[in-house]
């Protein structure tokens, strides 16, 4: 199961957001088919897959995935000091 695969399972599990659980697949879905194209979709999404690859609940998960997209570019990411900056 991909990360994101299990992102999305844990999301369902959740009753709080796990009416949200489908439209974070297909967003991903979407960045993936134009992530290959767009440069940034694509350093971005493997960006949100390092994150959902570490051991955070999934508060915490979305907590910094809306960090990350709230910036105007990624490069260069490190999970890690990412997650300690906040």
Do not use: W
Not at 26 to 55: H, N, P, W
């Amino acid at each position: 199961m991909s990360p994101r695969d299990t992102f999305v399972r844990d999301l369902r599990r959740d009753k709080r957001i796990a009416g949200c659980a489908d439209a974070v697949a297909d967003a991903f879905k979407a960045m993936e088919s134009e992530g290959y194209e767009v440069d940034d979709a694509a350093t971005c999404l493997r960006a949100i897959e390092c994150i959902m690859l570490q051991d955070l609940t999934t508060e915490e998960k979305l907590h910094h995935i809306n960090r990350l997209l709230s910036l105007d570019k990624v490069e260069n990411f490190n999970v890690e000091e990412f997650i300690r900056l906040q």
